[in-house]
């Protein structure tokens, strides 16, 4: 692999790193409001600085929630059908995924070329070849108006999903936990914008993963890592190969502490001395580049590269064409050294994905509170729209002693679901009307009952091997041919 240097393919980084081994508002914030204007807002919608609890200390626990650590793992780009479509024959009825025939297959389908594209299983766990992405543009074709028939159109493999003998422990987590059936992406885009809201509560007027945004473009009122810090309350990033807390890249440089490797993360977890927020990163596969005027050479992920097949099939973030298997072996390795270790009685993880990578998903994304009066920097031809539209539904998972038994939530929520869970945790200040709205986490668990005290026996994860030795022998598999 040579260098690369300021230019870089779809989506070919997440971060840069030092390379160190139902939402019930009335309205949305209208775009392009001064700060006076936004007196006029509704009522109803809290305003960013302001508080969960006015009358209570700032940054002190208010016990709201039964955990005393909160750890986070975002991987890439899966919607809720591509890996839980077929969850409703898997034991989980309640699951919105497809619809069936007589013969338990998807019916779901959409039109490419005048034909009909349905949903059919993936015979590689690489993926397929000739799938949509997740971009701006596609996004919004894809959604097509809440119509949700664009997928086969951007490409045909965007129909494609994985089954239960595919992610065994992925199916076990959802049939043993509460599982979301209404999570949305917090914007129809890529990784860079959807991760910059789980951390900041907006995307600071970015649609795309751009390795020139890593150094601009620093939200306003900051970050969770920033409101965290300034009242001591503990956090970490915890990485394999680059922290995503980079893809803001001034969060590294004022909290270089906070970052730790990921074998201090499962040290800290069978120690019981996490700390109280913990972000999770698998090994995304790294290549060295450069960002913009940094004069020093760092370390950057390549995700879904064909060109670095090799380092993209040993990768663990799931993005196209990794191997997924490599992913749930990751996430299986730190929810259960998590579970079965001294804090588990008061921990809670959440597990989720930035995007949906361009896979299919049949569930409109319903509208979203404007996190500011920053517009999405679009460019000529790019399609019209705004941050008041979710994206696509992805996988999402809250492991916890109080979690509801073999539960869904039907509560909208988006990245920013995880912000108010801090914030309510420790009385902080919203970042943004979006996270100051967003509902919390209190749906997927009961607060009054320690369903899983003993921690449950979970599936053991797929052994990749054979996906790694499929993808190495014969590359991504192509989609079948439209009916």
């Known amino acids: 692999m040579g260098e690369q240097k300021h230019t870089y393919n779809r989506r070919s980084i997440l971060k840069a790193g030092l390379g160190m081994g139902a939402v019930a508002v009335a309205g949305a914030l ?12 509704p009522s109803t919608l809290r305003r960013p600085n302001s508080l969960p609890f006015p009358g209570k200390a700032v940054g002190k626990s208010t016990g709201e929630f039964p955990f005393d650590h909160l750890v986070i793992v975002m991987q890439e780009n899966h919607s809720f059908d591509n890996y839980f479509g077929m969850l409703p024959l898997r034991g989980q009825p309640a699951a919105d995924g497809f619809s069936f025939d007589a013969d338990g297959k998807p019916t779901n389908a959409t039109p490419v070329n005048g034909k009909s594209m349905r949903a059919y299983h993936q015979p590689s766990f690489a993926g397929s070849t000739d799938t949509g992405s997740q971009n701006w543009n596609d996004t919004h074709r894809q959604i097509n108006g809440g119509a949700m028939d664009g997928f086969a159109a ?126 999770v990163d698998c090994n995304m596969g790294a290549v060295t580049g450069e960002v913009g005027g940094l004069l020093q050479p760092i370390k950057v992920p390549t995700f879904g590269s064909l060109a670095n097949n090799v380092i993209e099939s040993t990768a663990e973030s799931e993005e196209n064409p990794q191997d997924i298997q490599l992913g749930e072996a990751f996430v299986a390795r730190v929810i259960n050294s998590v579970m079965h270790g001294p804090a588990w009685k008061r921990t809670m993880v959440v597990w989720l994905y930035d995007e949906h990578g361009g896979y299919y998903d049949h569930v409109p994304p319903p509208a979203a509170v404007a996190p500011d009066d920053i517009a999405p920097m679009l460019k000529a031809g790019d399609a019209p729209g705004d941050y008041r539209l979710y994206g696509p539904r992805v996988p999402a998972i809250v492991v916890s002693p109080y979690s509801r038994p073999h539960a869904v939530t039907n ?73």
């Open 30 to 41: 209208p775009l392009g409001l001064d700060s006076a204007a936004h007196a006029d807002t």
């Open 154 to 279: 951007t490409g045909p493999g965007s129909m494609g999903y994985w089954d239960q003998p595919d992610l065994p422990y992925y199916y076990s987590l959802a049939n043993t936990f509460t599982l979301a059936n209404r999570w949305f992406c917090s914007a129809p885009c890529q990784t860079y914008p959807n991760r910059r809201f789980l951390m900041s509560g907006t995307a600071s007027g970015l649609i795309s993963t751009d390795i020139g945004n890593v150094t601009s473009n620093y939200p306003a009122n900051g970050t969770i890592w920033d409101l965290l810090s300034k009242y001591k309350i503990s956090w970490r990033n915890y990485f394999t190969d680059a922290p995503t807390s980079a893809i803001m890249f001034d969060t590294i440089l004022k909290h270089p502490l906070n970052l730790a490797h990921i074998e201090q993360f499962y040290l800290d977890a069978a120690l019981g001395t996490l700390p109280a927020v913990s972000l």
């Open 411 to 483: 509560v909208v929520h988006d990245h920013t679901s995880v912000l108010a869970t801090i914030q309510r945790q420790w009385n902080l200040p919203a970042l943004t009307y979006r996270d100051a709205n967003a509902q919390t986490l209190i749906d997927f668990i009961d607060p009054t009952a320690m369903a899983f005290a003993k921690p449950p026996t979970l599936a053991k994860p797929a052994n990749p091997l054979p996906g790694l030795l499929e993808i190495y022998c014969h590359g991504q598999a192509a989609p079948p041919a439209p009916a």
